[in-house]
């Protein structure tokens, strides 16, 4: 009988977060968020299992993030995301650098 996996033939699964660094120098971290997954084009309950993030870029909008990503080494895809959704998912880092205005 054939086993339905919910993750990865070895058991793990890709998982991405965000992250927003300070634009001087050192580049300190800012903000980050909690894992995140792209969902399965056939559930939003659940992530495809083999997933990675290839690129990110702020649309023309100015209000709007396009992610392109790969699924299972086998598909191309785009996700399009409002900005604000991606900033309401950052967590300020508790210390941050000194002189930074600790702006996202």
């Not at 993750?7 to 120098?25: E, Q």
């Not at 690129?55 to 080494?73: F, H, I, S």
Request: charged share 15%.
């Amino acid at each position: 009988h054939g086993r339905a996996h919910s993750v990865a033939y070895f058991g793990s699964h890709y998982m991405h977060f965000f992250y927003a660094l300070d634009a001087a120098p050192p580049h300190a971290l800012l903000a980050h968020s909690a894992e995140w997954c792209l969902p399965h084009s056939a559930s939003d309950a659940r992530c495809e299992a083999v997933q990675f993030v290839t690129g990110l870029e702020l649309a023309p909008d100015g209000r709007t993030v396009l992610l392109a990503y790969g699924v299972n080494d086998c598909e191309s895809k785009l996700a399009v995301l409002p900005l604000e959704r991606v900033r309401r998912m950052l967590t300020p880092n508790a210390t941050g650098p000194s002189g930074s205005t600790g702006h996202f």
